[in-house]
């Protein structure tokens, strides 16, 4: 059975870090995506890292979140460092068997909520 499960999220304040886990399990992948899902919006494109660590971001949060893999146990990383308010949401992390940074995405975990006042 495939799985994606995420961990690490919470609530922070603004300005704090998190740092956000997905553990695969069942098959290996070779491209990872996260995403997020404010209340009242669509899920929208985070980061994404494909096997040779090519990394793409999103442009809100270029310079703030930084997405890494370590192949060998078949996990990603989201490092989420001045975090604000506006990004509080629940976060799903994606894989696919697919080289690529772009999608699509066979596979969604069951998401991890972080929450940030300020």
């Known amino acids: 059975q495939v799985q994606l499960v995420e961990s690490g999220g919470g609530l922070v304040q603004a300005g704090d870090s998190l740092r956000l886990s997905c553990a695969a399990s069942g098959r290996t992948f070779n491209s990872y995506g996260w995403f997020r899902q404010a209340p009242g919006k669509e899920r929208e494109f985070v980061a994404a890292?494909?096997?040779?660590?090519?990394?793409t971001y999103a442009d809100s949060v270029k310079g703030r979140f930084t997405i890494s893999r370590i192949n060998a146990k078949n996990t990603v990383f989201l490092q989420m460092n001045s975090l604000k308010p506006e990004d509080a949401a629940v976060y799903y992390c994606?894989?696919?068997?697919?080289?690529?940074?772009?999608?699509?995405?066979?596979?969604w975990g069951q998401g991890t909520q972080v929450t940030v006042s300020s």
């Open positions: 890292i494909n096997w040779s660590g090519h990394t």
């Open positions: 994606a894989a696919t068997g697919l080289i690529t940074t772009w999608g699509p995405w066979d596979y």
